[in-house]
C-alpha cells in the first residue's frame, strides 16, 4: 500500500525554495562586504531557481556556501541545495547535502522530512523510518511523518504499528482518506475482516463513485472465501468502470475458485480482448480451459 500509496515516489515535498533562500539569506545578515557577496551569490541562486535553471542555481549556492562557510544559515542553503540536486537526479549528492544540513541543525524538522522523502524515494527505508522518528520526537503532530512512517511500518508487515500512526491521524483528522484506507489495509492484513469491511463500507458511502474502494472490498471477500458477495461487489464495480479489465480478471479468478469455469474462461477470454495482456492470463486461461 502507499498513502497513497510509494510510491513512496510519490512522496516528493513541495517546498518553496524561494521563500526559504530568501529567508535564510536576506534575513538578519550583517554588513560588510564578505556579507554582501554571501547575500549575492544566494540571491543568484534563488534567481536561477526560479527559472528553474538548476545548474546555475546550485552553482551559486555552492559558491555562498564557500564564501562563509561557517554561517548557521547555510543550513538552509544546504537544504535547498539538496532539492535542486534531487530534482537534477542527482540523489546521492542531495542526499549528502541533506546530511551536512542536518549536522549545523539536527533538530529542523523541514530539514529532516526532506531527507527522509528522499531515503524513501532511493529505498532507504531504515533512514527514512529514523527521520520520520525523529521529525515526531520533535513534534508528535506531525502529519507527513506519520503518514509515510505508517507506510513504512506497512513495507515492513508491521502491521499493528502501521494501524496505531494511522489511528493518531484520523484523531487528528476523521476525513483522512489516506489514514482511513491505509488502517482498512492494516486491518485486512491481520484479518480483522470486520473492522476492515465497515471501513470500506463508510469509505463507499463517502466517495460512492470511487473504484478503489469496491476492489479492495472484493478482495478482502474473497480472502473471506464470501465468493458470491465479492462478485456482487465487482459488479458495482464494473457499473461505475466498465473498461476496468483488472475487474473482469479478478471475476474470471472467483469463478475460477468457485469451479465455474465455463464463466472464468469467458471472463478471462473477455478481459484479454480489453487489452489485458495475455501473457499475464495464460496460466488462469489454461485452468479455465481445462476443466470447462
Not at 472484493?218 to 462478485?231: P, S
Request: with cysteine.
Amino acid at each position: 500500500m502507499s498513502p497513497t500509496s510509494h510510491t513512496a515516489s510519490t512522496c516528493f515535498r513541495k517546498h518553496s525554495i524561494v521563500s526559504v533562500l530568501l529567508l535564510a539569506v536576506l534575513t538578519c545578515l550583517p554588513l560588510g562586504v564578505g556579507a554582501q557577496s554571501y547575500a549575492e551569490c544566494a540571491a543568484k541562486g534563488v534567481e536561477y531557481a526560479e527559472q528553474d535553471s538548476l545548474e546555475l542555481a546550485q552553482y551559486w549556492i555552492e559558491r555562498a556556501l564557500k564564501e562563509e562557510p561557517a554561517n548557521m544559515k547555510n543550513a538552509m542553503l544546504l537544504s535547498n541545495l539538496g532539492t535542486i540536486q534531487r530534482r537534477m537526479g542527482k540523489k546521492e549528492d542531495a542526499l549528502a547535502s541533506y546530511d551536512l544540513a542536518h549536522n549545523i541543525t539536527p533538530y529542523s524538522i523541514t530539514i529532516l522530512l526532506n531527507r527522509a522523502s528522499l531515503c524513501l524515494d532511493m529505498n532507504l527505508l531504515d533512514r527514512a523510518y529514523t527521520d520520520y522518528c525523529n521529525a515526531l520526537d520533535i513534534d508528535p503532530e506531525c502529519q507527513e511523518a506519520l503518514t509515510f512512517r505508517a507506510y513504512i511500518y506497512m513495507q515492513r508487515h508491521e502491521f499493528g504499528q502501521a494501524k496505531v500512526d494511522y489511528i493518531r491521524l484520523l484523531q487528528k483528522n476523521p476525513s483522512d482518506k489516506t489514514a482511513r484506507l491505509g488502517k482498512a489495509f492494516a486491518d485486512q492484513y491481520m484479518q480483522h475482516y470486520r473492522e476492515c469491511l465497515e471501513e470500506l463500507e463508510r469509505m463507499a458511502t463517502d466517495y460512492p463513485n470511487d473504484v478503489t474502494l469496491l476492489k479492495a472490498r472484493a478482495n478482502v471477500e474473497i480472502e473471506m472465501r464470501t465468493f458470491d458477495l465479492a462478485l456482487l461487489t465487482l459488479e458495482k464495480a464494473m457499473r461505475l468502470a466498465p473498461t476496468d479489465a483488472d475487474i473482469v480478471v479478478t471475476c474470471g479468478q472467483v469463478y475460477l475458485m468457485q469451479e465455474r469455469y465455463h464463466e472464468a474462461f469467458v471472463a478471462l477470454e473477455k478481459a484479454a480482448d480489453m487489452g489485458y495482456p495475455r501473457a499475464l492470463l495464460s496460466d488462469l486461461l489454461k485452468q479455465a480451459k481445462t476443466k470447462k
